[in-house]
């Protein structure tokens, strides 16, 4: 397999946070062992050229190390990266007998990641964007040169309505990007614009001379619950990203166990040093409402604070309806993935890769499961889910 046919060129072509995390694991819990799977929530099967597929690109991954031109992007653009890490990562290769991948009866592909957490924290992001990837290559006959035209021409329409409404976005599409291709057009597309602050991705935003955007994901929540418990991992996560990064990275998770729950561990210390929150499960005009009271309960402007909206941004008609909720109330902006990035005329996979075992240092295998405000979107096994839903009061 040549260069040119890894769908992943870079070690780079992931997401902020997955680099975030991982200097956060390094510095406060080096030792701990975590277990990933795949979860397809969508009626999409596989076939075992598929899934053939997607173990050669897995393999292909040990080949990528870190540029000097991706080693100098990060010295410069992110300043919260410091130098030991970024020494790490130089030395950071992808170990694909971390990886098990199957294909069972039903034609539904079996994944799983189990490792240690700061080696293993940087597969789920590119392993998605694989699996994606090979399936379109299967299952979309149309040529590439079709598809891209596509995302160019609707990527130019949807940027001119940004545009006119005035609202700040960031491209966050590489998980469930039709190809890399698509991905590359879209963020070109954007580039310029005063709507797009930046991408998730830190290749392409290295291309592009973008701002790379993120902080965490559920997964330092979920983390957090499997070694303190279900009522102190807010908490304690918080109190983790906060010694790590002393304030940097102020956008905050909160619905890994329900957006209710966080708000019982978000403090006047903590909604104070923090810049705001993600949205990424439920009604966000609900979300919206239930935050600017949580500030003002706490004598806080909420103003002065942040909403980034990430739960299937799909439709001018959404983001609108988002924007007349919370306009003049509080700061707003958009992190906007599959309708940029796979808006082709092929339904999308729906699909995600979640933490669902952890073993902290010194302590035994634990299962580990992720609430949600959206009901559909709770993963774990059943009786896990029951008993945090019990120690939570759920």
């Not at 896990?384 to 759920?394: A, N, P, R, S, T």
Request: glycine letters at 6%.
């Amino acid at each position: 397999m040549s260069a040119t046919d890894n769908m992943i060129p870079s070690i780079l072509d992931t997401d902020l946070y997955k680099l975030t995390q991982q200097q956060a694991i390094i510095s406060k819990y080096p030792k701990a062992e975590v277990e990933y799977t795949f979860i397809n929530r969508g009626t999409h099967t596989f076939t075992a050229d598929i899934v053939n597929e997607i173990r050669e690109q897995i393999y292909a991954m040990s080949n990528l190390s870190l540029t000097k031109q991706g080693y100098d992007f990060l010295r410069s653009c992110c300043p919260y990266l410091n130098a030991t890490y970024l020494d790490f990562l130089r030395g950071y290769r992808f170990q694909p007998n971390e990886i098990s991948t199957s294909l069972n009866s039903k034609n539904q592909l079996c994944l799983s990641i189990t490792g240690p957490w700061y080696r293993t924290v940087l597969w789920e992001v590119p392993i998605m964007s694989i699996i994606s990837e090979s399936y379109f290559n299967y299952a979309d006959n149309r040529s590439k040169e079709v598809v891209v035209s596509l995302a160019k021409k609707r990527t130019e329409k949807k940027r001119k309505e940004f545009e006119v409404m005035k609202i700040l976005l960031s491209e966050f599409g590489t998980r469930r990007r039709h190809s890399y291709n698509v991905q590359k057009t879209v963020i070109e597309a954007l580039r310029g614009s005063d709507c797009c602050v930046g991408t998730s991705n830190v290749h392409f935003a290295m291309l592009n001379d973008m701002i790379p955007k993120g902080t965490q994901a559920h997964e330092f929540i979920q983390f957090h619950a499997a070694k303190f418990g279900y009522k102190m991992a807010n908490l304690t996560s918080m109190k983790a990203w906060t010694d790590v990064y002393q304030g940097e990275l102020g956008i905050v998770l909160p619905d890994t166990f329900t957006t209710d729950v966080f708000l019982r561990s978000f403090n006047s210390f903590y909604a104070k040093l923090f810049d705001g929150v993600r949205q990424d499960s439920g009604n966000p005009i609900e979300f919206t409402s239930k935050v600017i009271r949580h500030y003002n309960k706490l004598g806080i402007d909420p103003t002065t604070k942040t909403i980034i909206y990430s739960d299937g941004i799909s439709s001018i008609e959404k983001i609108k309806e988002i924007v007349n909720c919370g306009q003049g109330s509080i700061r707003q902006a958009f992190g906007i993935g599959t309708w940029l990035t796979n808006d082709v005329d092929i339904k999308p996979l729906n699909m995600v890769i979640k933490m669902t075992g952890a073993k902290p240092f010194g302590m035994d295998w634990t299962s580990t499961c992720k609430l949600s405000d959206s009901v559909g979107k709770h993963t774990g096994k059943v009786e896990e889910v029951e008993l945090c839903k019990k120690i939570l009061k759920i």
